[in-house]
């Protein structure tokens, strides 16, 4: 619950609204790529007018927050500008976002004498934060957050409670990590022989359908089952019943498919609807491990079999003692990644290791890592 995290809407700045999150970067700048066919890093005017509107924004608010940026012409680098975006946020002074929050819980209506009903306190907190604060304010409650601020009537003091949320003195484990600066990181660079470097083998998804009409079993896994947001857009899990990106409930949402980039990346597709380019880390006959592209943490790894194709953790239980030696080869393959890559570098192992030996175990490695499947492939 760290006030950073709050993402103020208009009529307030932009970067506020777009960029209170780590992930929130990755996923506009997505959201910018889409429409970046011809992967050039430029956009049309209108484009840019257009996500800006399903962000929340007016026509006129777009063109002013434009206007700020210097924007001329009918094409715009859409990274420089949400690297802009980034820039004018950190500007922003805590007095500033503080004055922001407090502007819209005293719009959010049932403030009374400064006070507002609990409930309704953690409903703007939900909409403003989405489901990632949410889910910070059990916890929170559990930990006397309230105490100084909460009335008699399950009231809170609104001020007291802002005063506390800005003062700095929110928990640890309440807080994020955001804002990193990029050319501060070290980094674990990869070093790949130019001649590895090698052209998709085919152009696109289509070209690759094209090519392989016919085959229900390959133009199958292409695909990924979905439940797209009708909120923002984002496309979901079939399984799941909220919106993990802004947590609108996906209740009578049709079905649909998109693309699973996984499997452009196993079969050398070199762009779908972006490019497929990927930080590769190993690749073997039968494994294909990378960088994730929205990596959370400083080794964020991504490892996928080449050699078969499993729709999901469900087919690993077909065949137990099968599925069981996918995964352990997928385990040794990241291990390997980890020791012989991450751990070998002695500036990176310093920084975020604090110099500790690399693990030379799979045992060791399941002490230190967090494993997880995604489901359905390439979505979360």
Known sequence: L???RLRVPKPFCLPTRLLGAMTAYADILKMFEAQDAAGKGVVPRKSILTLLGRLGYEEKD?????AQYGAEGDTLRYREFLEWCWLQEEKCEPVVR???VEYIFNSAGQVQSGKMPRAKLEQVLRDLG???VAKTIDEGV???????????EDEVDIAIWLDWVFSGAVPESLSYLAKCRVADLVTCPRTLDPEELTEGAYATLDD????HAGDEKVLAQLKNRVLVCPNCAKPNAYTLSECNACGAALAGVEESTNDNIFMGFVYGVAKGRFPLLVSTRAETEDMLAFDDPLAVTVVHLCVIPTSVFCPDIRFLFSDPARGLKLIDDMMECA???LVEQYWADDAFRQKYFCGEEAP????KVQELAVLGFNFPPSMF
Not at 62 to 66: D, S, T
Not at 360 to 363: A, D, F, N, P, V
């Open 2 to 4: 760290h006030p950073d």
């Open 62 to 66: 777009a063109e002013k927050v434009l």
């Open 98 to 100: 503080r004055n922001r």
């Open 130 to 132: 989405g489901p990632a």
């Open 142 to 152: 559990a930990r006397g957050m309230w105490l100084e601020a909460k009335g008699p």
């Open 208 to 211: 690759f359908r094209e090519q």
């Open 335 to 337: 291990r390997k990644v």
């Open 360 to 363: 030379q175990t799979l045992e």
